[in-house]
């Protein structure tokens, strides 16, 4: 019996079997139509235009990071950074293996969660950065949690123009919103303004092709997305069907049995699921710490 079988018999016993649906969101009146035929958002208040740019460089705050247990590159050896190099390592081997059993755009990796709150994101970012510090990788950071994003707020960051604007606006090119970053070897891609019709914006022939661009433009990029949660959204389904590998982060002692199970089902289209087992146990340092464990599905 795997580790995640017997936590989530363990945790079934203590948790409520029954998954939360999300409330049904107002719709609200559609404005005029853009790329793909998609009604167009006007920007929400909190969103400002700016000038093309082309490959913005950053200085991401690595102490606050630290303070939100991010793993850094001046940190050391730590526990973390030590089970984060663990939970890397064979989702590299399938990224890049080149021979029998090659996984189809397997560089292409979403890190998702069955409801909102189990650590999906501190997970994305660590997993991320640990990869930034591989020899001779590097690795895109996506923010497609196009409704609620954290990616910002746990690496600093501002309102940027991101995924969303991209497949929207057919003259933005993907190096007017990539940003780089003082960490030599991680790029950022945000989320972007948000948009009522972004599951049917994630499923469109451009995000298509904007994957395939991003999986075979560079041999040595690893492409690592922060998804919505799969059990309250459509986008995160849309996006585990182009997936080449999909971890999954389970809460102990919160994320039901029921709940493992029917967010396995939902992705059960891609080959290659694994799983962290998050906040097992905890020590000094933060909320978010905790110890994991990687399974192949």
Do not use: W
């Amino acid at each position: 019996m795997s580790i995640i079988e017997k936590a989530a018999g363990k945790l079934e016993k203590e948790v409520k079997p029954h998954v939360q649906q999300a409330p049904a969101a107002p719709v609200d009146p559609a404005p005029a139509s853009g790329e793909n035929g998609v009604p167009r958002d006007e920007p929400g208040p909190d969103f400002q235009s700016s000038p093309a740019l082309t490959s913005k460089r950053i200085t991401l705050d690595q102490a606050k990071m630290r303070q939100y247990g991010i793993v850094t590159p001046a940190q050391g050896r730590t526990q973390i950074a030590e089970q984060f190099r663990v939970i890397k390592r064979p989702l590299l081997t399938n990224a890049f293996n080149k021979g029998p059993g090659m996984i189809k755009n397997g560089n292409l990796i979403m890190v998702t969660s069955a409801l909102a709150g189990e650590g999906k994101s501190f997970c994305t970012v660590n997993l991320a950065m640990s990869i930034a510090m591989e020899m001779d990788r590097t690795v895109l950071l996506v923010d497609a949690d196009v409704a609620r994003p954290s990616v910002p707020k746990i690496l600093g960051l501002g309102t940027e123009r991101g995924l969303l604007d991209i497949l929207l606006d057919d003259k933005l090119e993907l190096a007017d919103v990539l940003i780089k970053t003082d960490v030599e070897k991680l790029t950022l891609l945000t989320a972007g303004r948000r948009h009522t019709h972004s599951t049917e914006l994630l499923a469109s022939q451009s995000m298509g092709e904007l994957l395939k661009e991003l999986a075979e433009r560079y041999a040595d990029r690893v492409v690592i997305f922060d998804s919505p949660p799969l059990l309250l959204t459509s986008e995160a389904r849309v996006l585990a069907s182009q997936m080449g590998q999909i971890v999954l982060v389970v809460e102990a002692e919160r994320t039901s049995q029921q709940a493992v199970k029917e967010t396995l089902r939902q992705i059960e289209s891609c080959d290659v699921v694994n799983l962290i087992y998050n906040k097992a146990g905890s020590f000094s340092g933060g909320e978010y710490y905790g110890y994991y464990y990687h399974e192949s599905a």
